[in-house]
Nanobody
Framework: QVQVVESGGGSVQPGGSLRLSCIIS???????????IGWYRQPPGNQRQLVAT????????????NYADSVKGRFTISKDNAKNTVYLQMNSLKPEDTAVYYC?????WGQGTQVTVSS
């Protein structure tokens, strides 16, 4: 049974940083070399939106990551295959980054982790 668990959210001031973690259990990334793992977010009163993706197989697309324009240069997605964990390093946070952040793999979602950026 696949389980997705996000953690690492919190409250920070503008300009601050947070690192989110997503542990995906019950499945191996290597079993799905043509898939992507994604971080999404849902701001208050808005629809869920894509933040960043990373391929499960490092050799695909040269391990290329994709980012929403709004987070390029500030957020970095990475993964640790041995730990079945995906990270989202968020720097230079802005109030508009406030949202519940979710991790997704093959249609499986976690419960989300709240990120609040406010002075």
């Amino acid at each position: 049974q696949v389980q997705v668990v996000e953690s690492g959210g919190g409250s920070v001031q503008p300009g601050g940083s947070l690192r989110l973690s997503c542990i995906i259990s019950g499945v191996s990334f290597s079993a799905f070399p043509y898939d992507d793992i994604g971080w999404y977010r849902q701001p208050p009163g808005n629809q869920r939106q894509l933040v960043a993706t990373i391929p499960t197989f490092d050799g695909r697309n040269s391990g290329g990551r994709n980012y929403a324009d709004s987070v390029k240069g500030r957020f970095t997605i990475s993964k640790d295959n041995a730990k079945n964990t995906v990270y989202l390093q968020m720097n230079s946070l802005k109030p508009e980054d406030t949202a519940v952040y979710y991790c997704n793999f093959r249609g499986y979602w976690g419960q989300g982790t709240q990120v609040t950026v406010s002075s």
